[in-house]
């Protein structure tokens, strides 16, 4: 193979990925600046809290249910090598609250919100709705971007909250029926050992991924390209940017929050 | 008025727009017909400012190069397929630039003067809560034309208004957009190839053809022009200068 050739084509590579990665972070700049500027449309941050935070709660319980569950199955099988089986309350409860928590309600999130989101705009930017917002003197980032933006890391740690209750819940059940704890006991456990931040890292955590999350729904929808591939292709690219940009950001707050 | 002079506009290699120069003085309407991928619906979004043009200028309402925001409470805007918006009711979409600009109305007097819009567009208050899935198209165009002249816009602007209707709703909508240009004293600009269009709306016809306008004069002077090329246009014939295969 010419290695000019290939010297080109790794340029090439390069400098469109380099294009994109600051295309955006000038989106991202443009939609925190909107998000300072009034008029503020607040009606559409209600409705946008329900469609990504109330909506999203089914599919949080029930991932959060059945990951506390295996997770406690999990700990019981590992720990029982050494003899720790009191461990299993407070690392399935940790495990919750730091990590699977956010992360999979997270990606959860990314798969039924960032989806829905590039979907929706990329369709009305083929159908000229954005164009006609502009005509009637609104901002499309303004009315559509920054709610979105503002709901989704608003309800992301609200959701992680309740997702992290559930989780433990479900390792409580699979606890106290299958591997032989005290209700009580179990209980104590994990309210003993969990600390505050471990909770509060939790939820900024999903703070950061619902911002993330909606960032990336809203970036692919406005660069949609036209007609149905094109909406279909920036539903896709949003579902995976997203849960990249979340797996990527958890591990630098992992290393932020609990680092030595 | 409207007024365009020497617009330029590009899009990589293709030159769509070629110093096209105009005038709409107030209170008249022109209709710019052309072939498919000529130009006309970039021509109308380069007037927006939903498009920057490469080179000109666009004089609009007394304002030069507008942004679409400047200009938006002087300009009403039918789009080819209405564009209403999916998530809000009938008539949340027709007082939208109401009870979100400037001076911005309560959701009772909002309500209110969609209703009144709807109806003069020919729809009952039965309509307003509907959602624009419910509607079928040619109801849909009397929504979109509902929400041009809401807030009674000097400027009007309608791409392709009759597209995908069947003749009797063309008509229909012809002789609303005719009945309303003339009601407001509006200046309007529409885009269509639908002769019957021109006949019932025009005061003045413009040609965009190879990137300008080909041919401008009065809508009665279109129809016998003996300039080749508008005549092809005009007639529908696949034989003559305009190449078929575009």
Redesign the interface.
Same mark, same amino acid.
């Given at each position: 193979m010419n290695p000019v050739a290939t010297l080109g084509a790794t340029g090439r590579g390069m400098a469109g990925a380099l294009g994109a990665l600051g295309r955006f972070v000038g989106f991202t700049g443009q939609a925190l600046g909107w998000m300072l500027r009034p008029p503020f449309h607040l009606r559409e941050v209600a409705a946008q809290l329900v469609q990504i935070g109330w909506l999203s709660l089914p599919v949080v319980g029930m991932t959060a249910l059945f990951t506390g569950a295996a997770l406690a199955l999990q700990i019981f099988a590992g720990s029982a090598r050494y003899g720790a089986e009191f461990a299993v309350p407070s690392i399935t409860a940790i495990g919750m609250v730091r990590e699977l928590g956010p992360v999979l309600g997270g990606l959860m999130v990314a798969a039924r919100v960032a989806s829905s989101i590039a979907a929706e705009i990329g369709t009305m930017k083929v159908s000229e709705q954005l164009d006609a917002l502009k005509t009637l003197a609104v901002e499309p980032m303004q009315f559509l971007t920054v709610p979105r933006l503002v709901a989704a890391t608003l309800a992301m740690p609200v959701l992680v909250a309740v997702g992290d209750s559930i989780g433990i819940l479900g390792g409580y059940a699979v606890g106290v029926t299958r591997l032989g704890f005290d209700g009580p006991t179990y209980l104590r456990n994990t309210l003993d050992f969990l600390e505050f931040w471990d909770i509060a890292s939790g939820l900024v955590k999903g703070a950061v991924f619902g911002f993330l999350v909606a960032l990336s729904g809203c970036y692919f929808g406005m660069h949609s390209g036209r007609g149905a591939q094109g909406v279909g292709e920036a539903t896709k690219s949003a579902v995976v940017l997203a849960s990249v940009l979340i797996l990527a950001a958890n591990y630098l707050l992992t290393e932020a929050f609990f680092s030595a | 008025m409207i007024r365009a002079e020497g617009l330029h506009k590009a899009f990589g290699p293709k030159q769509v727009l070629r110093g096209v120069s105009f005038e709409v003085p107030k209170g008249q309407s022109l209709v710019v017909i052309g072939g498919s991928g000529t130009g006309k619906s970039v021509l109308l979004?380069c007037l /927006? +400012? /939903?498009e920057r043009a490469d080179r000109g200028t666009v004089d609009l309402a007394g304002l030069t190069n507008p942004t &679409?925001?400047a200009v %938006? &409470?002087h300009?009403g805007?039918l789009?080819?397929?209405a %564009? /209403?918006?999916?998530?809000l009711p009938v008539w949340q979409n027709v007082a939208?630039?109401l009870m979100? +600009?400037t001076g911005r109305m309560g959701r009772v007097e909002a309500k209110a003067l969609a209703v009144e819009k709807l109806a003069r567009v020919g729809l009952g208050p039965e309509v307003a809560e509907l959602f624009p899935a419910e509607l079928s198209g040619g109801m849909q165009k009397r929504v979109g034309l509902a929400?041009a002249i809401a807030g009674d816009p000097p400027i009007l602007f309608f791409d392709e208004p009759t597209a995908g209707l069947d003749p009797i709703m063309s008509a229909v909508i012809n002789a609303l957009i005719r009945g309303i240009v003339t009601e407001l004293g509006a200046t309007a600009l529409t885009i269509t190839h639908d002769m019957r269009t021109v006949r019932d709306v025009a005061d003045r016809v413009a040609m965009l053809h190879e990137g300008v306008f080909h041919w401008q004069g009065p809508a009665a002077e279109a129809f016998g022009s003996h300039d080749p090329v508008l005549r092809q246009f005009t007639e529908g014939r696949t034989e003559g200068p305009i190449p078929t295969l575009r």
């Open positions: - | 979004k /927006l +400012g /939903l &679409p925001h %938006a &409470p300009v805007m789009f080819q397929g %564009a /209403l918006f999916d998530s939208f630039r979100r +600009g929400r």
